[in-house]
């Protein structure tokens, strides 16, 4: 029965070992997970959440602005495949207020 104790006594050393190593790898996997995933998208959230603060929103109007600016110097504003994109949008809104415009 003495031989059985001090072996018992290891293989629970052991155990608590792995199983204090397993749940700080668990921890720092979750950890890692939630900085590089959700982190961000939370981030995301809280700023449309900060839309009913005015420095927030003018720091928004503010970088719209900037981004006006910036398009306006460029030589071309939007790409060939969104100008056919927004020309067919106008075509079709042409003829359903000429459509509109019979109906009345």
Do not use: C, H, W
Request: glycine residues 0%.
């Amino acid at each position: 029965m003495t031989q059985d104790t001090p072996n018992k006594s290891q293989n629970l050393k052991t155990f608590f070992v792995k199983l204090i190593s397993i749940v700080l790898a668990i921890i720092i996997t979750i950890n890692i997970l939630y900085n590089l995933i959700l982190s961000e998208r939370l981030e995301k959230i809280d700023r449309i959440l900060l839309l009913n603060n005015d420095q927030y929103r003018e720091m928004i109007k503010d970088k719209i602005r900037k981004e006006l600016q910036d398009g306006l110097e460029k030589e071309n504003m939007i790409s060939v495949e969104d100008k056919k994109l927004l020309y067919k949008i106008y075509l079709k809104l042409k003829d359903e207020f000429k459509s509109l415009e019979k109906s009345q």
